[in-house]
């Protein structure tokens, strides 16, 4: 890939002599998992230390019975046992160029298969548009492409771009709106089969339905939105997700690290020594204390305000810019999966209402019932509606407005899971929002270590909110840990020989 | 799904009383197979009569051993023994407007799973263009749709569509443009993260490529078609596909009828009687006559030239019109699935070279090795250059033409296998074609009984080569069936009170 050369993980130099180096990872994400897994193979002795019940982070998958651990509204996901009926919280697309991530699935034996991500054949819906009746996006590609191709075909004929393009350029370029939009042959726009047929098409002859009005096709911002998204570089297609559910990627790596992690350890302290890192966490009620050569955290930058330390004055300043970012999704156990009735078998609705988003399981097609998304926003304003809720009225209120799209949906609502990650304990909050000028500060200071401390995490990456950011960010830790190695002469002196 | 009222199979009127009215399907293909597995459910007297060795007409998968009948060229795929080592050689993608079919996959238990068709992160190669280089097919989108963007903001500035187009509805086209081509604040295009960055865009911010020369964006002929492939309503993302291989579906119909299927069996005269339909066929050398109360005739119309018959005048005119259409496939069991190492998960690679499309699998993702298809064509002099060879020398070809888009493409080829639909025993075609207007005359004529004897297949539907037409054409042909039944008055009459 052009825009990533990732030719296979950071080899870590590896402990030489008898006298196992030390790690802590503050964190069990994606981003402390990799981490863990490429110190223990290199031979370190590691430890994994998380706040949460479980690890994996924001890589979270819902099944029957887990808990899902909301600040103040703690519930337990009410699925049917069934091994197809999860939820992604987190992250659940993968793209064919985040290629640390594939790596990891490759190594670690995570199975993964195609997930449709666009659908034409589902809806796009604004409430001030078409009497806030739902269209298929079919039909408004075809539509939109088809006067776009018409109005620029008028223009060239009058020359506007002579001194652009040659009279060859000018042929080829017609030739190519009216292929793009589907033109007739006096290339006008008259509705086009790509839309499908008013008749049944296997029958007779394709009648293309008539055209929206022009007015409509460029007027909405959700319509607008939809027309370019598969066209965004981490979503377009083909994109993939792990079978059975995204947590697959946690199972692979705990199955491969050996390393202790220990969860519902919450760290209240973080001292650079000279020649290694004090930690002190609780567990328990206890509060522990332990002595590594290094650290590599993985907590949330805007925590590390509560927590003691004596991070430089530099560093501290960097972390303190990170603002937490919002997220919030509902799944919604279905007891009939009837958006397949409709012809969608997956990808995503898009609606200008507050649940912004639907998505259909595109896997176990067929099944009696299904998981879908039923919302899935990050504008700051729509999260915090919701947020405001109890769990409950969300269910509620992505009910009615599923309703707009697929009239009689509250009916097929069998139970709800809703994680708000700006309000999730020991997350809260997803993404990172920071003004560019302070990115373009902060960044560079905290990819490099403090003393012997590390951060990491999808945070310090240019790609926050997604598992290649978090592995991107393990790895340029791992390449600056082998370069400060080197140049360290430590009491384990003999066991750094590189 | 509005260009498809489809809301079941037709309910074929049962038979009542005693005797079992009897009834020939002669084909086992898509068409024949759902015929029978209709009537017989409506319990009717139903004898399969196929000419080949096999049940399925093109729905045909390839794995290891199968033989493949091609005329003077028989040979045996050599692929491993491996269930996901298999070659879809006719249909391999079903979209989720197709209801018929999707309808029998649900009630037949067919497993399906989403395939991936359109892949961005392909290549495009033509010869004439980038020095014969492929590019991958997100770099051209971006570079497309940025050009057309740029062009058709600075058109309508000058207000050339005034009279089209009110102030609101230009600045809502203008904003459309921009969010399309991905403009830069001036309204110009100068290449897009769309399409990646050239340095790691996790670690750094996205720095676009430069944009193609304007001049090669619109040249390509297979460049435009690209840019509208995944247009094409049959096309629509996303696209789904049997698990496990195509012919899941001609399985799925097997299992569920009991009726016998006779294989080997060429039939050699077809006589409309006042009361019912004479069939003679030959098998094991033995010429058997069998009489039955109706016929459904699944036979390529091209063969019906060969078989005695006395269909009326107007019934043979109509079916000496149709034309064989051409299609080619190669399929090569690769060693390694390289493509997955340049990012690639399923899709389709397109080039102006013989071979035409590379097909990716995007099951069994990861694995050790792939059948991934090797050339795709339906011109019908590229497959004449194809058909002229052997399968030897096919194979020899479509591999130079791969080494034009993946270096040392030869080099990962294991074995096999070639499938020109024009010269396969009992088939020796794929798809109609005929001039329009006797296409108009025509098709209504074949789409009626002629006696008691109903065309069927694919080729009397307006969808020839989909899987979906054959059904079509099934149903149609089994409502003609229920209209014809109420009105005779037979020898079996007691049987037929509907």
Redesign the interface.
């Known amino acids: 890939?052009?825009?990533?050369?990732?030719q296979g993980p950071v080899s870590v130099a590896p402990v030489k002599g008898k006298n196992k180096a030390k790690v802590a990872v503050l964190g069990a994400g994606i981003s402390g998992l990799s981490t863990a897994y490429e110190l223990e193979r290199a031979g370190y002795d590691v430890v994994i230390i998380e706040a949460s019940f479980r690890a994996g982070g924001r890589n979270m998958t819902v099944r029957h019975g887990d808990k899902i651990d909301e600040m103040g509204h703690t519930r337990y996901c009410q699925f049917d046992q069934d091994e197809n009926l999860y939820f992604n919280c987190g992250p659940a697309r993968i793209?064919?160029?985040h290629?640390?991530l594939?790596h990891y699935?490759?190594a670690l034996n995570v199975?993964?298969?195609?997930?449709?991500n666009?659908?034409?054949?589902a809806y796009i819906q604004d409430e001030k548009i078409n009497g806030g009746k739902p269209i298929?996006q079919?039909d408004y590609?075809?539509d939109?492409?088809g006067f776009?191709s018409e109005?620029?075909s008028?223009?060239?004929d009058?020359g506007?771009?002579e001194q652009?393009?040659?009279e060859e350029?000018t042929e080829?370029?017609l030739?190519?709106?009216k292929?793009?939009g589907?033109l007739n042959e006096k290339g006008k726009y008259t509705g086009s089969?790509?839309?499908?047929?008013?008749?049944?098409?296997?029958?007779?002859?394709?009648t293309p339905?008539a055209p929206m009005p022009?007015?409509d096709v460029?007027?909405s911002d959700v319509w607008?939105?939809v027309?370019?998204a598969?066209?965004?570089?981490d979503w377009?297609?083909?994109l993939?997700e792990v079978k059975g559910g995204m947590d697959g990627i946690v199972k692979g790596f705990l199955r491969n690290i050996s390393s202790p992690v220990e969860l519902n350890a919450q760290v209240r302290k973080i001292h650079n020594l000279s020649d290694g890192v004090e930690i002190a966490y609780e567990q328990a009620g206890k509060l522990n204390t332990i002595k590594v050569d290094y650290c590599f955290n993985n907590i949330p930058a805007y925590f590390m305000a509560g927590i003691e330390n004596n991070l430089s004055p530099d560093y501290l300043n960097a972390l303190n810019k990170f603002k937490r970012g919002h997220l919030f999704k509902i799944g919604f156990q279905m007891r009939e999966r009837f958006w397949?009735k409709?012809?969608?078998?997956?990808?995503i609705t898009y609606t200008s209402q507050d649940n912004a988003q639907l998505w259909y399981p595109?896997?176990d097609?067929?099944a009696a019932k299904g998981v879908m998304l039923g919302a899935y926003c990050w504008d700051e304003k729509q999260c915090a509606r919701f947020e405001a809720m109890t769990p409950e009225q969300r269910f509620k209120y992505a009910a009615q407005c599923g309703e707009n799209i697929h009239p009689g949906y509250s009916g097929y609502i069998e139970n709800a899971v809703s994680i708000p990650w700006a309000r999730m304990n020991n997350q809260m909050g997803c993404g990172i929002h920071m003004e560019k000028e302070d990115w373009?500060h902060c960044l560079p200071i905290l990819?490099k270590p403090d003393g012997r401390h590390f951060m990491i995490g999808d945070q310090i990456?240019?790609?926050s909110g997604w598992q290649?950011?978090a592995?991107?960010?393990s790895q340029?830790a791992l390449s600056q840990f082998n370069q400060l190695q080197a140049s360290i002469t430590s009491s384990h002196g003999a066991a750094y020989v590189s």
Do not use: T, W
């Not at 089969?193 to 394709?206: E, I, N, V, W």
């Not at 409709?342 to 990808?347: A, H, K, Q």
């Open positions: 890939m052009q825009s990533n050369d990732f793209p064919g160029h290629k640390r594939l699935c490759r199975p993964l298969q195609i997930k449709a666009s659908n034409q054949l298929r079919v590609r075809a939109a492409n776009l109005m620029m008028k223009s060239i009058k506007a771009f652009q393009l040659s350029d080829n370029f030739s190519y709106l292929a793009f589907s089969d790509r839309a499908g047929s008013q008749r049944d098409r296997m029958l007779f002859p394709p339905k022009l007015h460029f007027k607008r939105g027309s370019f598969s066209q965004i570089y377009v297609e083909p993939m397949e409709e012809g969608i078998y997956g990808g595109s896997h097609i067929h373009e990819q990456s240019q790609h290649e950011g592995l991107a960010a340029q």
